[in-house]
């Protein structure tokens, strides 16, 4: 079983396929945008969807190695950067939305609002830790950095997930909508949690 799910992992179609899929939500959503299917206030729920989507890929991303690990499909390691990247896309778009469609790209009043409000802030600064792990996501870069210190510059993502939940936390508070950040911290703790144990018992004694 294992050299069957390793042999399509090593595929030519499994990097393509991975990239449909990432791409999908983006396609639903335009669609569901251009036919009128966002509901009342499509703007906002645009915006909630590229943050969910920005999340999720995220959580996937963080969740390769332990996965890799677990069950010894070292393969898995090379849709990571991929997962990253379109993580990094959809904050982008996220942010864009907002922007546009929120604050009609007046960035005298974007600057005002990241400033005025602390869940913005959060999520502001998420994107601006995201810039430079997508900047460096090649393999060009590996080799300019050196590879100890692009694993550093890369270890950033833990803080980008945190600050990022933070924001998703604040966003869904004046909503009284606490399950959904529940689920996330959850899954990010367990995450977390697990880089953590397997760190100490690497640690020398």
């Known amino acids: 079983?294992?050299?069957?799910?390793?042999?399509?992992?090593?595929?030519?179609?499994?990097?393509?396929?991975?990239?449909?899929?990432?791409?999908?939500?983006?396609?639903?959503?335009?669609?569901?945008?251009?036919?009128?299917?966002?509901?009342?206030?499509?703007?906002?729920?645009?915006?909630?969807?590229?943050g969910d989507w920005t999340l999720r890929g995220l959580w996937l991303t963080l969740t390769i190695t332990p996965l890799r690990e677990l069950t010894g499909l070292a393969a898995l390691a090379r849709f990571r950067r991929?997962?990253?990247?379109?993580?990094f896309a959809y904050a982008s778009l996220h942010l864009l939305a907002y922007g546009w469609l929120d604050m009609g790209l007046e960035m005298a009043d974007i600057a005002q609002d990241i400033a005025k409000r602390p869940f913005i802030?959060?999520?502001?600064?998420?994107?601006?830790?995201?810039?430079?792990?997508?900047?460096?996501?090649?393999?060009?870069a590996i080799k300019a950095l050196g590879a100890k210190r692009?694993?550093?510059?890369?270890?950033?993502?833990?803080?980008?997930?945190?600050?990022?939940?933070?924001?998703?936390?604040?966003?869904?508070?004046?909503k009284n909508n606490f399950i959904e950040p529940a689920v996330y911290g959850a899954l990010l703790a367990l995450l977390l949690g697990w880089r953590l144990v397997r760190a100490l018992r690497q640690r020398p004694r």
């Open 1 to 50: 079983m294992k050299r069957v799910l390793t042999s399509a992992l090593l595929s030519r179609a499994a990097k393509p396929l991975l990239f449909l899929l990432c791409l999908a939500p983006l396609a639903w959503l335009v669609y569901a945008a251009a036919t009128n299917q966002l509901g009342a206030n499509p703007a906002e729920a645009l915006i909630r969807r590229l």
């Open 82 to 87: 991929m997962l990253g990247v379109f993580s």
């Open 121 to 140: 802030l959060m999520g502001f600064t998420a994107w601006l830790l995201m810039l430079p792990l997508a900047a460096t996501s090649f393999n060009r």
């Open 150 to 174: 692009w694993q550093v510059l890369h270890k950033a993502v833990y803080a980008v997930a945190v600050i990022g939940l933070m924001h998703f936390i604040w966003m869904r508070a004046g």
